[in-house]
């Protein structure tokens, strides 16, 4: 599985971004898909997931504002963000499991400015 994300790039508080994945290779049998976020010094964390079904998984600083979306015809998975926060700063990767083993992408800078 390789996955390959675009998107992100600078934003202001308050401002919105969006982050884009697609899934190639051996794509029959990816289940859950989601984008995770790693800040210098932090361990990379969960920011949403989604399940083949559809059911999203949010951290709960960015619910409400993030929304995770999937095509499983790809497959890819979006994340639009809204509402940016200086927090919300990070390097995002995307991120499929597939047969039980985990696949990711090349990270995408997300910075959003106070």
């Known amino acids: 599985v390789q996955l390959q994300a675009s998107g992100g790039g600078l934003a202001r508080a308050g401002g919105s971004l969006s982050l884009s994945c697609a899934a190639s290779g051996s794509i029959f049998g990816i289940n859950d898909m989601g984008w995770y976020r790693q800040t210098p010094g932090k361990q990379r964390e969960l920011v949403a997931s989604?399940?083949?079904?559809?059911?999203?998984t949010y951290v709960e600083s960015v619910r409400g504002r993030f929304t995770i979306s999937r095509d499983n015809a790809g497959p890819t998975v979006d994340l639009q963000m809204k509402s940016l926060e200086p927090e919300d700063t990070g390097v995002y990767y995307c991120n499929a499991q597939w047969l039980g083993d985990d696949f990711w992408g090349q990270g995408t800078q997300v910075t959003v400015s106070s």
């Open positions: 989604i399940t083949f079904a559809g059911i999203q």
